[in-house]
C-alpha cells in the first residue's frame, strides 16, 4: 500500500512540474540572454553611426560669448602742462557671436564613409546573428541533453522495479525453500547498482538542466521543470534545398561580403585625398565697448552688429605620398578579404559535407537501435517468462535486463545525436533561425 501511495505521489509531482518547450527555450534565451543582448547592443551602435547625425553631411554651428573688464590707474607727464593721475579707470567689453561652418566638398569622401557605415552596420546584424545561431545550437543542445536524460531516467526507474520485483520473488522462493539465499543476494546487489545508476542519472540531470537556467538567465533556485522529449526531423528534400543554396545565407560568408564592400569603400575614401576640399562658413556678431574718459580723449561707447560669410578652398598637392601609401594599402586589404572568402568558401563546403555525412550516419545507427532496442525487448519478456518458469538463472535474466538497458540509452543518444547533427548541418546553411523546430 505504501508503495502504490509513494509511485502515485510521484505521478502527482511529474505532473506539476512546469513544461518548458523548444519555443518557449528560445524565447527566454532572445530576451534574456547576455550574450545576445550585448550583441543587440552592438547593433544598436551600428544603426546609431550609420545615421544622418554621423555623416558628416550636417553643418556645425558654434555660438561664442565673451566679456572683459578693465580697471587700471594712468599717470600722464605731458611736455607742457601739470601731471595727470588718474585712478579708477574702468573700461568694458562685450561680444557675442553665432559661426556656421560646412563642407562643400570634401573630394567625396564623406559620401564613401556614409555608404561604409551603412555596411558596417549590416556586418554588425550578421555578426548579432552568429551571435544568435550559436547561442540556439548550445540551447538547444543542452535542452536535448536534458530530454535524453529524462528518457534515461525512465528506463532506469523501470528496470529498478523490475529488479525489486525480482528480490520480492527470490525472497519468497527462499522463504518457501524454492532458491537458496543467493539468488535473494544476487536480486538486491543489482537493485543496488540500478540505485546508484539511477541516482547518478538524476544528478546529471539537475546539472544539465542548471545549465539551461543559465542560458535563459533563470534562477537557479526556481521550481523543477521537464522539457518536451519529442523529435522530428526535417524531410530529406528540404534539407538538400537548403544545402544547394547554403553558400548564400551562410552567416559567415555574408560577414566577408560586408567586408569586401567596406574595404572597397576604404580605398574609394583614401582616394578623396587627391581631391580639393571647399568650406563654407558665416556668422552674426555683436560687439559692445565702453571707455572711460582720459585726459586726451573723451569716453566713449561703441556698438556694433553684423553678419559675414567665405568661402575657402583647400587642396593638398602634394602629402609626401600618404594618400598613395593609403590607396595601395585599401588594395592590399582588399585582395586580402578576397582570399579569405574564397578560403572560407572552400572549409565552409568541406564543413557542410562533413555534417551531412554526420547527419545521414547517425540516421542510419537511429533505425539500427530502434530496430536493437524492439529485438531486445522481445528477449528481454521471453527471458521474463522463463526466468520465472524457473527455466533460465538470474544470472540470464540480469543479462537480458542489461541488455535492454543498455539497447534503450543507447537508442535515446542515437536520437538526439542525430538531431544535433542536424541543427549543425542547417547553421552552416544558415537556416538555423528560419526552421520550425
Known sequence: MLMITLLFMGAVAAQEKEVITKEEAIALALERNYGIEMANNDVEIAENNQGILNSGYLPSVTGRAGAVYDLRNRFTEPEVGDPLDQRGIESNTYNASVNIDYTLFDGLGRFYNYKSLKEQYDLTKLQARETIENTMLQLLSVYYEIARLTENVE????????????????????????????????????????????????????????????????????????????????????????????????????????????????????????????????????????????????????????????????????????????????????????????????????????????????????????????????NFERSKEQFNLGRITSIEFRQAQVNLIDAKTSLNLAKYDAKIAELELLQLTGQLLNIQL
Open 155 to 378: 528506463v532506469l526507474e523501470d528496470v529498478l522495479q523490475t529488479s525489486k520485483d525480482r528480490v520480492t520473488r527470490a525472497q519468497y522462493q527462499f522463504d518457501y525453500g524454492q532458491s537458496n539465499n543467493l539468488a535473494v543476494l544476487n536480486a538486491r546487489v543489482d537493485v543496488n547498482n540500478d540505485s546508484v545508476t539511477l541516482l547518478q542519472t538524476r544528478q546529471q540531470l539537475d546539472n544539465t538542466k542548471r545549465d539551461l537556467n543559465v542560458l535563459v538567465d533563470r534562477q537557479i533556485t526556481d521550481k523543477d521543470f521537464a522539457v518536451d522529449t519529442t523529435v522530428n526531423f526535417i524531410p530529406k528534400l528540404q534539407l538538400e534545398a537548403y544545402i544547394e543554396v547554403a553558400e548564400a545565407n551562410n552567416v559567415s560568408l555574408l560577414q566577408l561580403d560586408r567586408n569586401l564592400a567596406i574595404t572597397d569603400y576604404d580605398i574609394k575614401i583614401s582616394k578623396s585625398g587627391y581631391l580639393p576640399t571647399i568650406d563654407l562658413n558665416g556668422s552674426y556678431g555683436w560687439n559692445y565697448n565702453r571707455s572711460a574718459a582720459t585726459a586726451f580723449f573723451p569716453g566713449s561707447r561703441q556698438n556694433s552688429d553684423g553678419i559675414s560669410g567665405g568661402v575657402s578652398l583647400t587642396w593638398n598637392l602634394f602629402d609626401g605620398g600618404t594618400t598613395s601609401v593609403q590607396i595601395q594599402n585599401a588594395k592590399i586589404n582588399h585582395e586580402n578579404q578576397e582570399l579569405q572568402k574564397k578560403q572560407v568558401a572552400l572549409g565552409i563546403r568541406r564543413d557542410i559535407a562533413n555534417a551531412l555525412g554526420n547527419y545521414e550516419n547517425r540516421l542510419y545507427i537511429l533505425r539500427v537501435q530502434e530496430e536493437n532496442v524492439a529485438t531486445n525487448q522481445d
